[in-house]
């Protein structure tokens, strides 16, 4: 059974930064499009950052420039750093895997930016 188990989260200032991790125990899983989303109290999931098979990033514009999505294939890990953390990104964070047809979530882990 496939699984996404994410990492790193926690409480963290204004200004600060978090590493999460997100490890994929999936075979081939150079050949997946990994995506970080967040969901925060009260409001819709929203896609952060995805990374493609071929190193390809993309961010929603309210991170580009502060998060930093990246992948070990060897380790099968997917992360994302994030720097200058904001009150605004307070939410959980989920991994997300895909590759055709087949799609899996992690199950989250919660990052809080306050003082």
């Known amino acids: 059974q496939v699984q996404l188990v994410e990492s790193g989260g926690g409480l963290v200032q204004p200004g600060g930064s978090l590493r999460l991790s997100c490890a994929a125990s999936?075979?081939?899983?150079?050949?997946?499009?990994m995506r970080w989303y967040r969901q925060a109290a009260g409001k819709q999931r929203e896609l952060v950052a995805t990374?493609?098979?071929?190193?390809?990033?993309g961010y929603v514009d309210s991170v580009k420039g502060r998060f930093t999505i990246s992948r070990d294939n060897a380790k099968n890990t997917v992360f994302l750093q994030m720097n200058s953390l904001r009150p605004e990104d307070t939410a959980v964070y989920y991994c997300?895997?895909?590759?055709?047809?087949?799609?899996?979530w992690g199950q989250g882990t919660q990052v809080t930016v306050s003082s």
């Open positions: 997300y895997a895909r590759f055709g047809r087949y799609e899996y």
């Open positions: 999936v075979s081939s899983f150079s050949a997946y499009d």
């Open positions: 990374i493609a098979f071929d190193g390809s990033a």
